[in-house]
């Protein structure tokens, strides 16, 4: 099994472990450029904040979104029961 290829990212000179067989990277060591003063940092800080606040209305969004599927499942699944309640719900280890 050949070794992971160390390669040297031209755009942010970052040292990727890359695998020969697969093709993905396996580990990144990334550099980080130091900051030129304060105002530098804090921009960088309040750009990752909105981005985080994005991620997180996005996976809210998608939660909510997943619930009312859930339930519009279940309210159908319902009905069913209650139209014949003497079928047996399907057991999902029978491969029929």
Do not use: Y
């Not at 993905?24 to 060591?29: K, Y």
């Amino acid at each position: 099994m050949p070794e992971a290829l160390d390669i040297v990212c031209p755009c942010c000179e970052a040292l990727l472990k890359v695998d020969p067989e697969t093709g993905t990277v396996v580990w990144a060591d990334k550099k980080k450029a130091p900051a030129q003063d304060f105002d530098d940092l804090v921009n960088r800080v309040q750009s990752q904040k909105s981005r985080l606040d994005e991620k997180f209305a996005r996976s809210v969004h998608q939660n909510k979104h997943q619930r009312e599927i859930l339930d519009k499942k279940f309210e159908e699944a319902r009905k069913r029961a209650a139209l014949d309640p003497d079928k047996r719900p399907p057991n999902p280890f029978d491969n029929e």
